[in-house]
């Protein structure tokens, strides 16, 4: 009895093998329906942010010289912090659509002479979360600092949470920064 694998394979299996690899291999392009819209959303994403940048100037600008009616004390800050914030989902959706591009389809040629520490080349789905979640992590550090900004304090227990949450903030941030070093000390 022969092996199968070792049977020759006529002309005609090999025609539909190639085109069956070709076909999974070129399956890698449906990437860009989640790399496209990626891009779009960070720049809808900058754009909003932008504007609220520029309605916050507005309105700054307005209660200095004309004496708006509302007091921008009351907002500017959190204002602020919201628009870094959208910034910041804005450059992980970037992250996300540039890396997943790069991994499945081709490398950026402009990324690459940037070096590797670029947040865009990414050489792994590791790496790619990796910088994904450093982002998202700052995001949420960004929108606790405006829950804080907003905070008022009803009995003095609500402080000591506010302190234990920093506390807990601080030391991810600390781990994350040591798991950091140790991986970049294994590559």
């Known amino acids: 009895m022969s092996d199968p694998a070792e049977s020759p ?9 190639q085109g ?3 076909l999974l291999w070129n399956s890698r392009y ?30 700054t600008v307005q209660y200095y010289t004309v004496g708006g009616v509302t007091d921008i004390h009351d907002t500017v800050v959190t204002d602020i912090i919201i628009a870094i914030d959208i ?10 659509g540039l890396g997943v591009y790069r991994l499945f389809v ?18 792994s789905f590791d790496q790619l979360k990796d910088k994904i979640v450093r982002v998202v992590i ?6 606790f600092f405006r829950a804080v900004v907003d ?7 609500d402080a000591i949470y506010l302190a ?22 294994k590559e």
Do not use: C
């Open 9 to 17: 394979k006529t002309p005609q299996s090999g025609k539909w093998e």
């Open 20 to 22: 069956l690899e070709g």
């Open 30 to 59: 449906l990437v860009m329906l989640a790399v496209l819209p990626s891009i779009l959303g960070a720049m809808v994403l900058f754009v909003i942010g932008t504007m609220d940048i520029v309605r916050v100037l507005w309105q």
């Open 87 to 96: 910034y910041l989902i804005a450059i992980v959706l970037m992250i996300f």
């Open 106 to 123: 081709s490398q950026i040629e402009a990324s690459e002479s940037e070096g590797p520490s670029h947040p865009f080349n990414v050489k």
């Open 138 to 143: 700052l995001a949420v550090i960004i929108e």
């Open 151 to 157: 905070i008022h304090f009803s009995t003095p227990l």
């Open 164 to 185: 234990l949450s920093a506390l807990a903030l601080a030391a991810s941030l600390y781990l994350m920064s040591l798991a950091y070093k140790a991986s970049n000390g």
